[in-house]
């Protein structure tokens, strides 16, 4: 068996404001092998981005261990930051704001190669052409400015900046957010035929399921600092194990109307409020607020994750019954009983319902605007 790329085991973060202490991550653990993509799913607040600043060491950690090609980068000092940092690199959220906009994108390209010691100009810009034809760019663009281009091509140079040094794995910190829906498609390719050709390693931080089930292989689901559910992305996104998971298929619109309407008025759900940050030492499900099928257990026993269907896990106490108590309309979208993607699957077919984000099905082979 391969050993992983990326390791995270019991990964604790927690936040200080006078006398209150918050986990911000709660005994997080993941991991990613070489060549997969992992998605990480959750609302905002859920913890999802201090993960992956915690992986990079830009915020302390309470407890638990990062490991990366099998060692330890929790403690690591400036040189061993640097040599991390080669083979690991992030995409950031929004593509304009961490692009230089007083610099060209072929000075931005080349700046990582400068960093790590490249003095021979010649070479930058061979190299700066090929990233560029690499994520489909035409090489005019070295001479152009981050205002010059759209969204969908500032978000293929941060891409290609990330590439630059040959890392490993990278990180993608909601890489979509920021472009509309025919942008999101072509990333989205992008990042599938970049994978295919480099064997490259993803950790995948989105808000989007259906976009993790089209991309990744596997899925972590993270509410309020703790991971609710794992397993294959075709599993968790088919047959949800976890109440939360099962929330957020339901919080996708609807092509119908009329089912849609109707799914509102038959729904279980009580109407959601803010769910109070976990406190240091607290034992109760974090979701059990906002959960319509928790019982006392929730409120006073912390749910470990156990083994769910297929190769999954899940943090539950009443998995699989709350599965039996899913009213029809609940469970309208949730889709049929788990089975392998097809290899051939495309956007259309897994992210793309018929009807569901009208006029995007047209830009999925198109070009940036």
Known sequence: MTSPLLEIRGLSV???RRRTVSLAVDDVSLDVSPGEAVGVVGESGSGKTTVTR???????????????????????DFAGRRRLYRQAQLVFQDPYSSLNPSRTIGRTLAEPLRAYGERDARLARTRVREMLERVQ??????ERY???????????????RALMLSPRLVILDEPLSALDLSAQAQVLNLLRELQANAGLSYLFISHDLEVVRYLCDRVVVMYAGRVMETGPAGQVSGQSAHPYTHMLHQASPSPDPRSQRQ???TTAAPPP?????????GEQCNYAPRCPFAISRCWTERPARRAAQGQGEV???RFPQWRDEIRPADDARAGPPWAPPSPRAGLEAVVLEPGHRDGIEGALHGEDR
């Open 273 to 281: 409020r803010e769910p109070a940050r976990h406190q240091a030492g």
């Open 14 to 16: 927690e936040y200080r």
């Open 137 to 142: 760019l035409p090489d005019e663009t070295a």
């Open 146 to 160: 981050p205002r010059e281009l759209s969204g969908g091509q500032r978000q293929r140079v941060a891409i290609a």
């Open 54 to 76: 915690a992986i990079l060491g830009l915020t302390a950690i309470r407890s638990g261990e990062v490991l990366f090609d099998g060692q330890d980068v929790t403690s690591l």
């Open 263 to 265: 799914r509102h008025a």
């Open 315 to 317: 943090a539950c106490h």
